[in-house]
């Protein structure tokens, strides 16, 4: 299986921060790379799909890059509703591995 | 629009079974297929398996094979995935999601999730 490593697994940040989270393969996985956004109570929401597309109705502040083994998701400008845990997904091959989670928190 | 409803909340016992349903509306069923993905209390999300909608093909996580089954009504547009010989570590909200395979795979759509309580 792909194991996926996400880093931080928790970040203090502030409302207008630029925040970058990484998250690394244990192997090549192209571009197949997905970012969602969970928040408790409430169903997972995709943000990023392929490594860098932004999926529909998703705010621009979001973007993610990178390819083969190594992945970031970047928020522009962090604002109050973008306090959550940040899963990436790998797709290249089965089983779909998540990372361990990023949570952001609230300096 | 799209949209997944997933059945209500379930308490069983250590060796029961569970049964989730998934009831996808807004969309061509057969066009997508189905992941399902659970969350343990405190954990990260961890993927299940998925099924194509399309002709029921399947492809489950090693660790839950021999006790998972996932399945599709196309007549209801309505999925479902059977977990037995439950554990106490099986319990966890589980959920459904839409899974688009057209050019890189991606669940785009979500369930509400499902809580199920496994105790004695």
């Known amino acids: 299986d792909i194991q996926m490593t996400q880093s931080p697994s928790s970040l203090s940040t502030s409302v207008g921060d630029r925040v970058t989270l990484t998250c690394r393969a244990s192997q090549t996985i192209s571009s197949y790379l997905n970012w969602y956004q969970l928040k408790p109570g409430k169903a997972p929401k995709l943000l990023i799909y392929a490594a860098s597309t932004l999926q529909s109705g998703v705010p621009s502040r979001f973007s993610g890059s990178g390819s083969g083994t190594d992945f970031t998701l970047t928020i522009s400008s962090l604002q109050p509703e973008d306090f959550a845990t940040y899963y990436c997904q790998q797709s290249y091959s089965t089983p779909y591995t998540f990372g361990q989670g990023t949570k952001l928190e609230i300096k | 629009q799209v949209q997944l409803v997933q059945s209500g909340a379930e308490v069983k016992k250590p060796g029961a079974s569970v049964k989730v349903s998934c009831k996808a509306s807004?969309?061509?069923?057969?066009?997508?297929?189905i992941s399902w993905v659970r969350q343990a209390p405190g954990q990260g999300l961890e993927w299940m398996g998925w099924?194509?909608?399309?002709?029921?093909?399947?492809n489950y996580a090693q660790k839950l094979q021999g006790r998972v089954t996932m399945t599709t009504d196309t007549s209801t547009s309505t999925a479902y995935m059977e977990l037995r010989s439950l554990r106490s570590d099986d319990t966890a909200v589980y959920y459904c999601?839409?899974?688009?395979?057209?050019?890189?795979?991606?669940?785009?759509?979500w369930g509400q999730g499902t809580l199920v309580t496994v105790s004695s």
């Open positions: 999601a839409r899974e688009n395979y057209h050019g890189s795979s991606k669940s785009d759509y």
């Open positions: 807004g969309y061509t069923f057969t066009s997508y297929g």
């Open positions: 099924i194509s909608a399309y002709n029921g093909n399947t």
